[in-house]
């Protein structure tokens, strides 16, 4: 199961859930729908920071 990086909410069956590669460390972060377009910030473990 997949979880939104901002949130923790599960992104299974959320349409607009996207996964991208942290360009840092090329960790896999996760975001759902919602995060996204709300523009909820994220901390990736490399301490990355976004919107």
Do not use: F, H
């Amino acid at each position: 199961m997949k979880n939104c990086i901002s949130c923790k909410k599960s992104t299974v069956n959320d349409g607009g859930a996207i996964a991208i590669a942290c360009p840092q460390c090329s960790t896999e972060l996760i975001r759902c729908g919602q995060c996204r377009k709300t523009a909820v910030s994220y901390k990736c473990k490399c301490n990355l920071e976004g919107p």
